[in-house]
């Protein structure tokens, strides 16, 4: 995982703000989120089994998660590696396959090493500043 220096941390947004500015980027809400947090993504790079992504994770500070009116707060945004599971299953369950609901394999790595390169960070934090400055992100008053 390699953190970026962005001015996202702190900022805040109406979440369904947030989901409309970040989809014109290709930035969408990733799959695992919470009724408290949850994370955007894009994807940098995906070569074979292994896909580099952009991830800006973010804190309901008030109302109720997946509403557009939840107020949400932006934390410290990272470029993170995924490595897929290619080949077979070895948790591999008859009755989920006959059923076709073993389509996804558990990942091989979540969280895999990245070799520090420049390219994305730069990449990530490019995209990051077409959008960081919108009127839609306010800066809390401290």
């Given amino acids: 995982m390699i953190e970026l220096k962005t001015t996202m941390?702190?900022?805040?947004a109406l979440f369904g703000d947030a989901c409309k500015v970040l989809a014109e980027h290709?930035?969408?809400i990733g799959g695992n989120w919470d009724f408290d947090r949850g994370n955007f993504d894009t994807v940098l790079n995906q070569d074979g089994g292994e896909s580099v992504y952009l991830r800006l994770p973010f804190d309901v500070?008030?109302?109720v998660m997946d509403e557009d009116s939840a107020m949400i707060s932006?934390?410290?945004p990272?470029?993170?590696k995924h490595v897929?599971?290619?080949g077979l299953d070895d948790d591999d369950s008859p009755v989920?396959?006959?059923a076709g609901l073993d389509q996804f394999q558990t990942p091989h790595d979540k969280d895999a090493p990245i070799v520090y390169d420049?390219?994305?960070v730069h990449e990530g934090e490019d995209l990051i500043a077409r959008f960081s400055e919108n009127p839609i992100f306010i800066i809390p008053f401290v």
């Fill in 26 to 28: 290709g930035v969408i």
């Fill in 84 to 86: 897929v599971n290619i």
């Fill in 9 to 12: 941390p702190g900022k805040k």
């Fill in 61 to 63: 500070v008030d109302g």
């Fill in 96 to 98: 989920l396959a006959a």
């Fill in 118 to 120: 420049e390219k994305w």
């Fill in 74 to 76: 932006f934390g410290t």
């Fill in 78 to 80: 990272f470029i993170i």
